[in-house]
């Protein structure tokens, strides 16, 4: 990196944290710091959700993820736009009408301590995990491409949020990620831009959409039901509803987001607009990823995109150096094809997409056979495919700004987390069984801005020891389905199925919770093959049918 990218990157950094602490330096009292004192407007309460949601793995991972599998992954987001509708009619006037810090508070009244207390626990345990991914995320691909120092790149990323996240608290989370979003749209325009400018004078977009068509990469319908397929349209309308019903109604991060809101209104306002524009801003993104494809089918790409300097000594095997000449002489032949194609002198893509075909059989090869040399090295490299292309082909300064992009959106995300968790365990532990009422507000608030510093210093304690996975965008999904199932079924309960009462309810999301990770356990070991989105139907469904099977129980029972 250059001087002037370093620059930009710390300048950028620095004074949205210093923007942040700054504007928030007054809260005195534990409802503005845990609540904002209700004054966000409906923009600022849009644009927050959707930071808070589109953490640095998304900018990182998403066009990776349509560089490799193509645009299918926008299906996950189908159910979205239905779930806030449902969200702002039944969830949002149940909430603003209690003056609820927490979801969790709500669940208390409507059925006992226990299944407050449990559910509250639930969302700890999947938020608590998530928050060091989200650290670790950019971290290890930063470390890898860049040659920083991993665990000092994790401290950086920790220690800013953990600032301004503990001086301001709800408030400084909600309008640093106004800025922090429009860092990050304004970094992925920039990308789109130059990758652009990578492609030959002949091929616009247009053309470039016909390339990545031709190549199996814009089939963004799949009408197809196998359960093992986790991007069709039935899992993403079905899963991706319950997954976004879950998330955002009932996941502390997202609902801190708009229990700060000016009103009933503004809140629902701010929920509509992530509605509205979740489904663009991440086609966007796949879009991106799309054309870094197109990009390198006339640009040489490198045969594996985690160039790292352990992997440096084993590609002096000579068995490796053979696959990657072959693999440069078919991209340069298909390369021809394309050239040709683009040109008017030919119209079929049936050499090119089998040479296409051959490049990534070798490209498999080869990252097999790295992995026998090289044990450490993790074969799967969606997540280093874009931040590559980057400091490939974007120009010194603009590189700083892309690297403030991804730092934006680890903060943004992970200061929503730890903003909620220190939220839930106030409210919901520490208020509920060790403070003394309303008595001493200073010693509240103090406690919550202590428990906001130990939940981001956990969160980089979990980065710091977390292991990279397949995918990273996937993995906090996962992550999420594994608990986020249970948690919407007593909800579901709580607002929809007034006569089943909390003890049912209580077992019945440990007997969902438990069947979900055996599930999982199968899926895993390949026992079974099902959608992880469809751990949030199956967890949801088994709460239902589970309590409602045991208060008809104890009725038959009393009787």
Not at 140 to 149: V, Y
Not at 306 to 328: C, F, G, M, P, R
Request: with cysteine; proline share 2%; glycine share 8%.
């Amino acid at each position: 990196m250059s001087g002037i990218d370093w620059a930009i990157l710390v300048l950028t950094l620095l004074s949205i944290v210093l923007y942040g602490t700054w504007k928030t330096r007054k809260n005195s009292n534990l409802e503005g710091y845990l609540k904002g004192n209700n004054s966000e407007n409906w923009a600022t309460i849009g644009l927050s959700i959707m930071a808070t949601q589109a953490s640095a793995i998304t900018f990182l991972s998403t066009p990776g993820q349509a560089y490799e599998d193509g645009m299918g992954f926008i299906q996950i987001y189908f159910g979205l736009p239905l779930a806030m509708i449902i969200i702002s009619v039944f969830f949002l006037p149940i909430y603003y009408r209690l003056k609820v810090y927490t979801a969790y508070q709500y669940l208390e009244q409507r059925f006992d301590v226990k299944v407050r207390s449990l559910t509250a626990l639930l969302f700890l345990l999947s938020r608590g995990l998530s928050a060091g991914i989200t650290i670790f995320a950019p971290a290890i691909i930063l470390s890898t491409l860049l040659d920083w120092n991993l665990q000092l790149t994790c401290l950086v990323i920790g220690v800013l949020v953990i600032v301004y996240t503990v001086s301001g608290g709800s408030r400084a989370v909600s309008i640093t990620q106004k800025w922090q979003m429009a860092v990050i749209m304004l970094g992925m325009f920039v990308a789109f831009y130059y990758v652009l400018d990578t492609l030959p004078n002949e091929v616009g977009i247009a053309e470039g959409v016909e390339i990545a068509g031709k190549m199996g990469k814009m089939e963004i319908v799949d009408l197809s039901v196998q359960s093992s397929e986790n991007y069709t349209l039935w899992y993403g309308l079905l899963g991706g509803l319950f997954l976004s019903l879950s998330y955002f109604g009932t996941d502390q991060s997202q609902v801190q987001r708009y229990l700060g809101g000016k009103s009933l209104k503004a809140s629902r306002m701010g929920l509509m607009m992530n509605g509205i524009l979740k489904i663009p801003m991440q086609f966007f993104i796949l879009f991106v990823g799309i054309m870094v494809f197109v990009s390198y089918q006339f640009n040489k790409p490198p045969i594996i995109f985690n160039e790292s300097v352990t992997i440096e000594k084993a590609v002096q095997h000579e068995d490796l150096i053979a696959i990657e000449t072959n693999y440069d002489a078919i991209h340069k032949l298909k390369q021809i094809e394309l050239q040709a194609i683009t040109k008017g002198e030919k119209s079929d893509y049936t050499q090119a997409q089998h040479l296409q075909a051959e490049q990534d059989s070798l490209r498999k090869e080869y990252k097999t056979k790295l992995q026998n040399l090289e044990p450490t090295y993790e074969k799967t490299d969606h997540d280093y495919i874009f931040l590559n292309f980057v400091l490939n082909y974007l120009p010194k300064g603009l590189i700083g700004l892309l690297l403030a992009m991804i730092f934006s959106a680890a903060m943004s995300s992970t200061a929503g987390e730890l903003n909620a968790l220190a939220s839930t365990t106030t409210i919901d532990y520490y208020k509920k069984f060790w403070s003394k009422g309303d008595e001493d507000e200073k010693k509240d608030l103090k406690v919550s801005k202590l428990l906001t510093v130990g939940w981001g210093v956990l969160a980089i304690i979990v980065a710091l020891t977390a292991g990279l996975f397949d995918n990273l965008i996937e993995l906090v999904n996962i992550l999420g389905s594994l608990f986020y199932g249970t948690i919407l079924g007593v909800f579901l309960i709580a607002f929809f199925f007034k006569k089943i009462g909390g003890k049912p309810t209580f077992y019945g999301a440990i007997i969902a919770e438990i069947v979900v990770l055996i599930v999982h356990l199968l899926n895993v070991y390949e026992v079974i093959e099902i959608s992880y989105l469809l751990y949030n139907l199956i967890g949801s469904a088994l709460v239902i049918l589970s309590a409602y099977l045991i208060q008809s129980i104890q009725k038959s029972n009393n009787n």
